[in-house]
Structure formats: structure tokens, C-alpha cells
């Protein structure tokens, strides 16, 4: 079956940490781009993170040095680990696997983070 399951999420403090997972099948994932983006209620989807097939990174500018994107081929997984957890980084994140011309999306996971 093709598809990608995010889990992980959850409510979490500000300043704490989250760990989000996205398991990948049936599809080609060690040729594949992998990317998280994520969406607020009421505001549109947003690239969080990427990660190239030869592991090349990019970051939105609002969680350079408090998220980290990686992934391992032979699990075919791709992580985001998330530091420094702040209240507007509260929003549903969703995983995207990419193999021109193909685009797949996860169903994704909802990150709150409050007091």
C-alpha cells in the first residue's frame, strides 16, 4: 500500500521537545525527497523542513536551530525533531515524499504546544 503515517505528535510545554516520525510505503524512498510542512488553523500550509535524497537540508527561517530533518533509507523513515517547542508552533504537520512527477502526503499529526 502506498502511503506515509505520521505519528509522534502531542501536546507538549513551550520550551519542551517533540519527536515526529513518518513511515513510508510502497513507495521509492531512498530516491525521494522528503519534506514536513505544517498548518495552523486558519493559515495556509507551510514548508517546515526538507531533506534531498543525498541528505541536503533547508529549513524554514521561524525553527532553523530548533528542528532537525533526517532520515533513514533503511527504515524508510523521515524525522523531525523538534527543540524549544513555542506556542506558534502549534499546528497539524504533515509529511511529503516527492519523486518527480509524483507527490505523496501524509495524513498528518497534530502538534499543541501550551501551559
Known amino acids: 500500500q502506498v502511503q506515509l503515517v505520521e505519528s509522534g505528535g502531542g501536546l507538549v510545554q513551550p520550551g519542551g521537545s517533540l519527536r515526529l516520525s513518518c513511515a513510508a510505503s510502497?513507495?521509492?524512498?531512498?530516491?525521494?525527497?522528503m519534506y514536513w510542512y505544517r498548518q495552523a488553523p486558519g493559515k495556509q500550509r507551510q514548508l517546515v523542513a526538507g531533506?534531498?535524497?543525498?541528505?541536503?537540508?533547508n529549513y524554514a527561517d521561524s525553527v532553523k536551530d530548533r528542528f532537525t530533518i533526517s532520515r533513514d533509507n533503511a527504515k524508510n523513515t523521515v524525522y523531525l525533531q523538534m527543540n524549544s517547542l513555542k506556542a506558534e508552533d502549534t499546528a497539524v504537520y504533515y509529511c511529503?515524499?516527492?519523486?518527480?512527477?509524483?507527490?505523496?502526503w501524509g495524513q498528518g499529526t497534530q502538534v499543541t504546544v501550551s501551559s
Open positions: 511529503q515524499a516527492v519523486r518527480l512527477p509524483q507527490t505523496l
Open positions: 510502497g513507495i521509492a524512498f531512498s530516491g525521494s525527497a
Open positions: 531533506i534531498s535524497t543525498g541528505g541536503s537540508t
